[in-house]
């Protein structure tokens, strides 16, 4: 079974220029998870996808953040502008939940870094 | 969001146990415990979850207090591959995983 693909795994950008980030979870897995992970951070939720809803986005900054996951299959992070701040890595991660543990799978991660 | 505390560096010798605790003195009746490790450079990755009994798999078990306000992650023996960050998180019904800072964990050889 594939895992959770996430690409670039590497970015670089210059601040005020868009970037985006796309994730193709675990086939069968509903639910969809954006992270934010700061260097010595534990992850961070930016964004929880059931399906292609957004059920919880209370933590994503809606002026520069957004987000879409298109037939409930893959998703995309978008920021634009960035900003120094958003130096992060960027983790997806998706689970089937009802069935099993729901645990998370998690992708390798977009690395971002914001000159 | 529920909680949960760990320290946050340990130290272990190689082929010796590890326990690390964890503490969730705000769960409630219906969160999950669950584990999970993050290697250098990699997302992370279960470990194992229990609600009110102690749980076993191949990687670790897991011992939960009589009351769950805490659990203690056990890895029987220690080897280098399991130097990493370690994450005890409470999963409650919504679905929702929040993590905190995690124990990095050191295996002396």
């Known amino acids: 079974e594939a895992g959770v693909v996430q690409s670039p795994r590497y970015k670089i950008i210059e601040k005020k220029q868009p970037v985006a980030f796309w994730c193709n979870p675990i086939?069968?897995?509903?639910?969809l998870y954006w992270y934010r992970q700061n260097l010595g951070q534990g992850p961070e939720l930016l964004i929880r996808?059931?399906?292609?809803?957004?059920?919880?986005d209370s933590q994503l900054p809606k002026d520069r953040f957004s987000a879409e996951r298109l037939k409930g299959v893959d998703s995309t992070l978008k920021i634009q502008p960035a900003e120094l701040g958003d130096s992060a890595v960027y983790l997806c991660?998706?689970?089937?939940?009802?069935?099993?543990?729901?645990?998370?799978?998690f992708g390798e991660g977009s690395r971002l870094t914001v000159l | 969001d529920a909680k949960t505390t760990q320290p946050n560096s340990m130290e272990s010798n190689e082929e010796e146990p590890v326990h690390l605790p964890c503490n969730h003195s705000?769960?409630?009746?219906?969160?999950?415990i669950h584990w999970y490790r993050q290697l250098p450079s990699q997302g992370p990755e279960y470990v194992i979850h229990?609600?009110?009994s102690n749980v076993n798999n191949r990687m670790a078990s897991l011992a939960i207090a009589e009351d769950r306000k805490s659990s203690t992650l056990i890895l029987h023996r220690a080897t280098l591959r399991d130097a990493a960050v370690y994450y005890c998180?409470?999963?409650?019904?919504?679905?929702?995983?929040?993590f905190g800072t995690g124990t990095s964990l050191t295996v002396i050889p």
């Open positions: 996808y059931e399906n292609e809803e957004a059920v919880d």
């Open positions: 229990g609600l009110t």
């Open positions: 991660a998706s689970s089937r939940q009802g069935v099993g543990t729901g645990e998370l799978f």
């Open positions: 086939s069968g897995h509903n639910t």
């Open positions: 705000t769960i409630s009746g219906t969160d999950y």
């Open positions: 998180i409470l999963k409650d019904t919504g679905n929702q995983f929040y």
